[in-house]
């Protein structure tokens, strides 16, 4: 499938996203429970409105609800504003449409969820999870990953970077969701690390590229200049932090350094290259294909 691509103004920017998600075609109800089931039940009113009201308001009308959810807005005084879901691309959108025909049809609505609705969400004790959000700290094509029970991280699409880490709980969007997006999503748990700018020593324009997901999380693809990069996360085998690996195309002439901020709070380890305090020094091969770990004190 060819990537599609879509403008959308965020703020007064506009930013470039493509078709994502999984090679391997990703089924409607795959592709619902990744992105809109921590929002939308079958029955009843969450986040945002049941699939058996939205069956009412798109039956028979797939490319409405694809432009809809490409360009939302709100639409009742006292609805709650969803972000965009212009990163999955057109065909992505027509199997979640075909999904939630699918699954609401002939079902009744029961009555509206009271208390906190993304706190209920049943997808909020699964983990890995993505979520995209508008974050503290970060521009409006953030992404949130939890990686596990303990990690999480804030990954910006916008800049093609990681913007901060942290460690115990994920995110409660309740905030956000109930100010129709003057509020903002707050973060459960203690921030451990933070990136002010990326890492690699390349120069040129940043492009985001999309992502695939990889056994329930990201692997993120962008390039600075004419370089092709791909960026992907996991959590530590034991205690706190991550692990975070990159594939560069193509591979430097010449030996790189990697700056890393001085912290108190995480320590750095690589499967290749040698470090001086936080910079990691690695050479033209190694740094085609290197794994780091950051670990939490």
């Known amino acids: 499938m060819k990537p599609i691509r879509y403008f959308l103004a965020l703020g007064a920017l506009p930013w470039i996203f493509q078709g994502v998600l999984s090679a391997a075609e990703p089924t409607g109800e795959e592709l619902f429970t990744l992105n809109c089931s921590a929002c939308h039940l079958l029955d009843e009113t969450l ?6 009201e939205i069956r009412t308001l798109y039956a028979g009308r797939a490319d409405e609800f694809v432009k809809w959810a490409v360009a939302p807005y709100q ?4 609805g709650i504003e969803m972000p965009s879901m212009v990163h999955l691309g057109e065909a992505n959108l027509h199997k979640i449409y075909e999904h939630v025909m699918n699954v609401s049809k002939g079902v009744r609505r029961k009555k509206q969820f009271k208390g906190d609705p993304y706190a209920a ?7 890995p999870m993505v979520q995209r959000l508008f974050m503290p700290d970060a521009g409006p094509a953030a992404i949130a990953v939890a990686l596990d029970e303990k990690n999480s991280l804030c990954w910006d699409a916008g800049t093609c970077r990681l913007r901060y880490a942290w460690s115990g709980g994920f995110i409660n969007g309740f905030p956000y969701w109930s100010g129709n997006g003057s ?9 451990r690390y933070t990136e002010n700018e990326s890492p690699l020593p390349l120069e040129g324009e940043v492009k985001f590229s999309g992502y695939q997901v990889k056994d329930g999380l990201p692997v993120f693809r962008y390039s600075i200049g004419t370089t092709e990069i791909t960026e992907s996360f996991s959590p530590v085998s034991e205690g706190e932090g991550f692990q975070r690996s990159f594939t560069i195309h193509p591979a430097p002439a010449k030996p790189v350094t990697l700056h890393f901020p001085e912290t108190a709070k995480t320590s750095y380890s690589s499967n ?26």
């Open 183 to 191: 509020g903002m999503t707050r973060i459960n748990g203690d921030i």
């Open 47 to 52: 986040v945002g409105p049941s699939l058996v």
């Open 121 to 127: 969400s049943p997808t909020q004790a699964k983990r």
């Open 75 to 78: 639409k009742r005084p006292n």
């Open 272 to 297: 290749k290259g040698s470090w001086d305090g936080s910079n990691l020094t690695l050479t033209a091969t190694e740094a085609a294909e290197f794994t780091l770990t950051f670990s939490f004190k």
